[in-house]
């Protein structure tokens, strides 16, 4: 998945009193386009760095300038990466705009970097969006100790937006159901949804089985979980056993498709970039029937 990276390292609580040098990583967003190092070969990417834009001339002066509106994001591998605001990085030779979809791509190489890259995709898009206190109108400070925006007048105090969500894998014996919402998609996806208020996650997962397709389940476990940064969201998988009626009723607003596969049919239908939780647990699925059997103890309750 687009987290596992292994042998690499990336760090993500704040340091308020980080100060951008000269060899630190840089980056700039506008909307869903990332400003990265101008490559030859176009799958990979990589981090700008102050030295690689600034002329030595120049740098002294520049870099003051600079330190003022950059923002501390994480640390890759022993690196900082900043943020800086795009008009440092749009008019630079060295930059290249790519969509920030370029993370998605079959690179394992490059795993760390787009993992990098996207997760500070989603900490712009909270910077971008949290520029004033929602309760007094006044515009906001950064928080020293803690990844905060904060009221000078009011003291209301912002953190970081995560919106929990869920996936989850319903099977019936050797079959999985699997979703389109759209057609144009070229894989399917598991069932998915975001949490409510007072939910807990395996309540998420009954509610938008049932909603999405009118099936009821069970035996709901835990599988794994994944930062999914582009839709600013922290995902936890879950698989769970068809309770009762397996015919479905699809709810159109949500989805275009919903079926029963069966697992040996199950090749085709995901993605195999690694990056996706949804992809790795249908492959999960797929190659371990074993874990999916129904075992002595479960005939107990039935
Ligand atoms: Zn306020």
């Given at each position: 998945m687009i987290q596992d990276i292994y042998h690499h390292k990336m760090e993500v609580v704040y340091d308020g009193e980080a100060v951008l040098g000269e060899n630190d990583y840089i980056i700039a967003f506008q909307g869903r386009n990332v400003y990265m190092k101008k490559q030859?070969?176009?799958?990979?990417g990589a981090f700008l760095t102050c030295e690689d834009i600034l002329p030595v001339e120049y740098r002294k002066e520049a870099m003051e300038k600079f330190r003022r509106d950059a923002i501390y994001l994480l640390c890759l591998d022993g690196r900082r990466?900043?943020?800086?605001?795009?008009?440092?990085?749009?008019?630079c030779p060295q930059a290249q705009q790519k969509d920030i979809n370029i993370f998605r791509e079959k690179n394992e190489e490059g795993r760390p970097v787009s993992f990098a890259m996207i997760t500070a995709w989603h900490?712009?898009?909270?910077?971008?969006?949290?520029?004033?206190?929602?309760?007094?109108?006044?515009?906001l400070r950064h928080g020293q100790k803690e990844r905060t925006m904060v009221c000078p007048i009011c003291g209301n105090v912002i953190y970081p937006r995560i919106y929990p969500a869920i996936i989850a894998g319903i099977y019936d014996d050797d079959r999985l159901l699997l979703t389109k919402m759209s057609p144009d998609a070229r894989y399917y996806a598991l069932v998915s949804g975001y949490c409510e208020v007072g939910e807990t996650v395996e309540d998420t997962v009954r509610r938008e089985v049932m909603e999405e397709t009118g099936l009821s389940v069970k035996d709901i476990r835990y599988y794994k979980s994944q930062p999914w940064a582009s839709s600013q969201s922290i995902l936890s998988g879950f698989f769970a056993r068809l309770d009762g009626d397996s015919h479905i009723h699809i709810d159109e607003r949500e989805l275009?498709?919903?079926?029963?596969?069966?697992?040996?049919?199950?090749?085709?239908?995901?993605?195999?970039n690694g990056?996706?939780?949804?992809?790795?647990?249908?492959?999960?699925?797929?190659?371990?029937?074993?874990?999916?059997?129904i075992k002595r103890m479960d005939t107990s309750e039935e």
């Open positions: 030859k070969d176009e799958t990979s990466l900043f943020l800086l605001p795009e008009k440092y990085l749009s008019s900490l712009y898009r909270w910077y971008e969006e949290t520029k004033f206190c929602g309760a007094c109108g006044v515009r275009c498709e919903a079926r029963w596969v069966k697992r040996d049919k199950l090749e085709d239908c995901y993605s195999k990056v996706s939780l949804t992809a790795e647990m249908m492959e999960y699925f797929q190659k371990h029937p074993e874990e999916f059997e």
